[in-house]
């Protein structure tokens, strides 16, 4: 279990690692951060920011003056909230009376007065539903013998709501999705890196293979290095909208 766990502390570290080092690269976030840094949001929001740089925030702080450690440290206590494993019941309690308050809330707001019980009902579960992808309270009273009809209804909502487009919009969020290509990765980021500073037959001779190399001004080729640098622009801008994927 112990080496289990360190397998998996090893692999979410070469995914922050890769992540880190593409947000690096993000004149918007260091934006970002230099704003909340100067004025602790005494300053109004940039308006040319987008507000998800605030999820990205989130799980990785301000990079460009913690510490790499610090960081990561933060990515993990984020995963461990999402873990059900961990804090379950308090969070799920804390959860419950959030959710019940902001549903009367919303519904004050919209009708002037508070919801009667089936008014309640109906608002409270279309929150759960449809406005919150990762949150779904269920509490049953199961007598001696198990209610089988409610046991398949329930896990088929819930195969329903795992196909909904919010939770895999959700997940990108918390989770990286997909497999880890730690080579493509790098090369990418360093012919994007290169690219700001050379031209992109420079950029080939400095990284392509020996083939490539000889065969430079190929249009393949560089249409091939040209797609390098696409992709590791399309996972910062991914970063930068709170996505940590490059699909």
């Not at 989130?58 to 909230?81: A, E, P, T």
């Not at 992109?200 to 091939?224: C, F, P, S, W």
Request: glycine share 4%; hydrophobic share 35%; aromatic share 14%.
């Amino acid at each position: 279990m112990k080496k289990k766990k360190e397998n998996l502390k090893k692999r979410e570290k070469k995914i922050f690692e890769m992540l880190y080092a593409h947000l690096m690269e993000s004149d918007k976030y260091k934006q970002y951060c230099n704003w909340l840094r100067e004025a602790n949001s005494d300053l109004a929001w940039p308006e040319e920011l987008p507000r998800s740089l605030g999820i990205t925030f989130s799980h990785f702080g301000d990079i460009f003056s913690d510490s790499f450690d610090d960081s990561f440290k933060r990515w993990l206590d984020n995963k461990k909230r999402m873990d059900p494993g961990i804090g379950v019941i308090e969070y799920t309690q804390q959860q419950a009376v959030y959710d019940f308050n902001s549903s009367v809330k919303s519904f004050v707001e919209s009708h002037g007065r508070e919801p009667n019980l089936d008014e309640f009902r109906e608002v409270f579960i279309d929150r759960l539903f449809n406005h919150l992808p990762a949150s779904f309270l269920f509490r049953a009273h199961f007598p001696m013998n198990p209610n089988i009809d409610m046991v398949a209804q329930f896990k088929e909502l819930l195969k329903k709501k795992e196909k909904s487009k919010e939770v895999k919009k959700f997940k990108q969020q918390w989770f990286f999705l997909g497999k880890i290509r730690e080579d493509e990765w790098r090369r990418d980021l360093e012919a994007y890196k290169l690219k700001e500073k050379m031209t992109l037959k420079e950029v080939i001779k400095k990284l392509g293979t020996k083939a490539q190399k000889e065969d430079y001004e190929n249009a393949n080729v560089q249409r091939a290095f040209n797609l390098y640098i696409q992709n590791a622009k399309k996972i910062i801008k991914n970063i930068e909208q709170g996505y940590f994927t490059r699909e």
